[in-house]
């Protein structure tokens, strides 16, 4: 019984530090794509593509970041493989507001593309920006497939071909049904601003085809993808 506390003390303990530090990350985050979109405005335009998918990578690669940003994508991908109640929480109360605001903003850049779609490509995106990120061994296999050429330890490298590989993603074709279109263009005229405290977190994919994957833990399920 005393181990049983010690341990849920600890997790809660590192989900308290985590949340800290989303909470700042993403702070700095809705900052900068509050100015983005506000100095294209001024510029009788609309923020891009680019200076959006900038933002998302900021906290990950600045050169500043790249310890806090390698734990990001640890608590990211740990939600993906093992969810447990704090890294839930953690991503519902700082991650998923910021992750509306994107998308939201994408809508803007993108008025063409079906908000589905921009779902599935945020989703895609948030993975592989973590999975870029944690690629930091010695025996990189990228680095073994290229013969040295791309070498993912190059922050500003990787920062430009995920910034173009990103970029190019979200503007391509959609072969997806646009759903509601009323909803998605509402949406997408949402002023860019903190989600209110009692909105509920809506899960608009489909359903996790990951159970197959085995459980880190005997005692834990595989989560859902957040």
């Given at each position: 019984a005393l181990a049983k506390y010690h341990l849920g003390s600890k997790e809660e303990l590192v989900g308290a530090v985590f949340a800290k530090l989303a909470e700042r990350v993403n702070g700095s985050r809705t900052l900068a794509l509050e100015t983005v979109c506000v100095q294209a405005k001024q510029a009788g335009t609309i923020a891009s593509v680019e200076q959006i998918v900038k933002v998302f990578l900021e906290p990950y690669l600045?050169?500043?970041e790249q310890t806090h940003g390698e734990l990001l994508a640890q608590v990211l991908l740990l939600n993906r493989l093992s969810a447990s109640p704090v890294t839930t929480k953690i991503m519902i109360e700082h991650f998923d507001p910021m992750a509306r605001k994107i998308i939201d903003a994408l809508a803007q850049a993108l008025p063409g593309t079906p908000m589905r779609t921009l779902y599935w490509r945020y989703n895609i995106m948030a993975t592989t920006v973590a999975m870029s990120v944690m690629d930091k061994a010695r025996e990189s296999r990228l680095l073994r497939l290229s013969?040295?050429?791309a070498d993912p330890a190059n922050r500003t490298e990787l920062a430009t071909a995920l910034t173009d590989f990103l970029s190019?993603?979200?503007r391509?074709?959609?072969?997806m049904p646009a759903g509601n279109a009323k909803r998605t263009r509402e949406r997408s005229r949402v002023a860019i601003k903190p989600e209110p405290a009692h909105r509920e977190s809506v899960d608009h994919r489909e359903p996790d085809r990951a159970q197959?994957?085995?459980?880190?833990s005997p005692r834990r399920k595989v989560g859902r993808l957040r």
């Open positions: 600045a050169p500043n013969e040295g050429i190019a993603a979200m391509g074709p959609s072969s197959s994957i085995p459980a880190l």
